[in-house]
């Protein structure tokens, strides 16, 4: 057993985000809605909190594991 002031161990948490976009044509992208160009940004955003707004000499960190495409989803 021991004992400290501030942190002294952490923990993982996972969760999974699903970006649903529209797909079409490269004709025509403006009449589409691209789910990994959406996932790219939210990344992007994720990074800048953590670095951005979190307290330096804070714990934090947030780790994206994978974006995975392709996987359309058929709707009857």
Do not use: C, W
């Not at 400290?4 to 985000?17: K, P, Y």
């Amino acid at each position: 057993m021991g004992y400290r002031v501030g942190a002294i161990t952490s923990a993982a948490d996972g969760l999974e985000i699903t970006f649903k976009g529209r797909g079409g044509h490269g004709s025509a992208p403006d009449r589409t809605i691209d789910p990994i160009a959406i996932a790219a940004h939210f990344v992007t955003d994720v990074q800048a909190v953590v670095s951005r707004e979190k307290d330096p000499a804070g714990f934090g960190v947030v780790t994206i594991r994978a974006i995975r495409g392709n996987r359309r989803q058929h709707h009857s």
